[in-house]
Structures are given as structure tokens and as C-alpha cells.
């Protein structure tokens, strides 16, 4: 059974593989999801609303002062947590007020819970925007994805909107410093684990050089049936593979 959307901005905190108890923050709707992908593996389901622009569904998004009022709240609480992530529905870099409520976040994670990190899961896509990519330096653990090293595994694993185009993602992460790739590796049809799909991508990483590369297979239902999860060991493979030709460290996440 898909995962069923965020009902509220505030959830969790989620036990992630990686960082420990992550309280997430959604920025999008919370009946349909918005994102620029629509990729095979979404946990979320189909993307039914896929774009960039999403001036016309700013009614359903939720205002930067009740989000901040939220998280003041919960942060006062004796819940215990590590992260405090922007997340949730689809891609939250896409939010209009991005940049300042990332600026509102730090100083309350820093007035309340100085011990917790800022994180954001993010596509990539709303770097674009320059204040967008300004609010990195606000953000402990900036993590980006990256499933492919062309055009084509790019279009056939994320099915991103028809704006959006592999170079230019591509090229405004190989911009960024500090940042941390995270990808999603996925067998069957379409797969993005063939040899030269592979050697694509590493290709890409060594390019980038983030500061570190996180893999993880699908662990849920997901929406394509053909798609079938990479294996612990192949995982472990490829993150050794990644490690040895680029000398960025790997590390693959797996129940």
C-alpha cells in the first residue's frame, strides 16, 4: 500500500536510517501532491501535478507565519529530535517563501534546540532560484538528488516536468559546495543500475564531488509494478565502486 500524504506542515519525527529522529516540515498541499518528478519510486504515488510553477495552487499552500507558529510550538515540547526537515508532499524548494522561512527556521532550531540540524530533502529543481540556492548556507545538510548521469535515466527514473533538463541540474550541482547527494537505485523497468548508467553517473559524482553520497533502494510499494528493489550487497557494491573511482564516500541505507 502507497504512503499516504501529509495531513498537517508538521510530522513525525520519522526514524531515518541516516540521521536519527527527524521532525519533517511539509510545504505543500496536503489532499494532492505537488512536485516537478514524478518519479517511478515515489512512496507518495503518482504525481498527478507535476510542475514548476505553482502559482495556481497558492490557496492550497500554507502560510509562512502559521508554519513558523507551528514549529515554535512543537519545539517548546519535551519531543525528542535530531532534524528538523523540509520535506513532505512533493518538492518543498518550490514554496515561494522558501529562502525566508529557512532564515525563520535556523533561528528558532537555534533559540530552542541548538543540538537538532536543519536538513532539506530536495529534487534539486528549485535551485534555479537564486535566493533558493542563497539559503544553503543556512542549512546544515543540504541533500540533493541525484538518480542518473544523462538526460535519458534521467527522464525514465524522476519523469521530471517538461521544463526541467538533466544538464542544468547537473550543472547547478556541480556549482554548490557541501553538499550531499542522495539516490534512489531501482532494478527492472526502467532500471538505473547498467553498466553505463552506472559509469554515467559516477562520472557525475566525481564531477560534483559533494561531501558524501547516500544510497537507498525502494523499501515501500511504489507506484510502477515493473520496478523491483537493488539489493543490500548490490548496493554495497556500487557505494564501494563510487568510493574507489571518485574518492568521495559512499554509504548505502538498507533495513
Excluded at 128 to 136: A, C, F, K, N, T
Excluded at 171 to 190: A, C, N, W
Amino acid at each position: 500500500m502507497l504512503l499516504q500524504l501529509q495531513k498537517d506542515i508538521l510530522y513525525g519525527p520519522v526514524n531515518s536510517r541516516r540521521y536519527g529522529r527527524s521532525l519533517g516540515i511539509n510545504l505543500m498541499p496536503t489532499k494532492k501532491k505537488l512536485c516537478s518528478f514524478n518519479c517511478v519510486y515515489c512512496h507518495y504515488g503518482t504525481t498527478k501535478r507535476c510542475t514548476m510553477n505553482i502559482d495556481q495552487y497558492s490557496d492550497e499552500l500554507p502560510e509562512l507565519d502559521k508554519v513558523v507558529k507551528k514549529l515554535e510550538k512543537k519545539l517548546q515540547t519535551d519531543l525528542e529530535l535530531d532534524l528538523i526537515t523540509f520535506s513532505g508532499n512533493g518538492e518543498p524548494t518550490l514554496y515561494p517563501e522558501f529562502a525566508d522561512l529557512v532564515e525563520a527556521v535556523a533561528e528558532l532550531r537555534g533559540k530552542y534546540r541548538p543540538e537538532a540540524k536543519v536538513a532539506l530533502l530536495s529534487n534539486s529543481t528549485g535551485l534555479i532560484y537564486g535566493d533558493v540556492e542563497e539559503s544553503l548556507d543556512m542549512i546544515d545538510l543540504p541533500i540533493l538528488k541525484l538518480d542518473g548521469g544523462n538526460e535519458q535515466t534521467f527522464r525514465a527514473i524522476n519523469r521530471p516536468t517538461r521544463s526541467v533538463k538533466f544538464e542544468e541540474v547537473f550543472e547547478k550541482l556541480f556549482s554548490l559546495d557541501g553538499i550531499y547527494i542522495q539516490t534512489v537505485f531501482v532494478d527492472g523497468q526502467p532500471s538505473n543500475i547498467a553498466k553505463t548508467d552506472l559509469d554515467d553517473y559516477i562520472e557525475c559524482v566525481a564531477r560534483i564531488k559533494p561531501q558524501e553520497v547516500h544510497l537507498y533502494s525502494i523499501d515501500r510499494p511504489v507506484p510502477n509494478a515493473r520496478i523491483s528493489l537493488v539489493t543490500p550487497e548490490k548496493l554495497e557494491k556500487i557505494a564501494g565502486k563510487i568510493t574507489k573511482e571518485t574518492g568521495v564516500s559512499a554509504r548505502a541505507f538498507y533495513d
